[in-house]
């Protein structure tokens, strides 16, 4: 009878302790696995939103002091605020939260390597002017 109980009791204390994940904090949400990578492509700034698109995806650029001086390198290249300009630079990549509005995935600057004008011969962006 005691071998009896004693093997119940285990099987309750092994069934009992089982892998739990933990749940977020409140006001904390699970973040996707953070990609540090170098990017090349495009960024432009306009209008209080940064934007880093290369051949393949588009990037929301967040806005902190590497942003900023991003875009102060970038502002003596551009003959008018809507142009873009060429950069490689090393982020970090991540999904935007699901509660904020803007571009899937976001990148924050880690460091910025070049930064040029681009080729407008070889550029594939349309420029409409006008004729006066």
């Known amino acids: ?5 004693f093997l119940v009791v285990i099987l309750i204390v092994f069934t009992g302790c089982k892998n739990e994940s933990k749940a977020p904090i409140s006001g904390e949400e699970e973040h996707d696995q953070i ?7 495009n960024f432009i700034y306009f ?5 880093l698109q290369t051949k393949s995806e588009l ?4 806005e902190d002091e590497k942003a900023q001086e991003l875009i102060k ?19 970090k990549v991540t999904k935007k939260p699901k509660h904020e ?5 976001r990148v924050e600057i880690i460091d ?6 681009v080729d407008e011969k070889n550029s594939k962006v349309i420029k409409l002017k006008s004729q006066e």
Not at 47 to 51: C, I, L, Q, T, Y
């Open 1 to 5: 009878m005691k071998k009896t109980i």
């Open 101 to 105: 509005e803007g571009w899937e995935n």
């Open 73 to 91: 390198r970038a502002e003596p290249l551009k003959d008018q605020p809507t142009d873009e300009v060429n950069v490689t630079l090393k982020v």
């Open 47 to 51: 209008d209080d939103a940064g934007v």
């Open 112 to 117: 910025i390597i070049t930064v040029s004008k």
């Open 59 to 62: 990037f929301g650029v967040v």
């Open 35 to 41: 990609d540090v990578r170098e990017l090349s492509g």
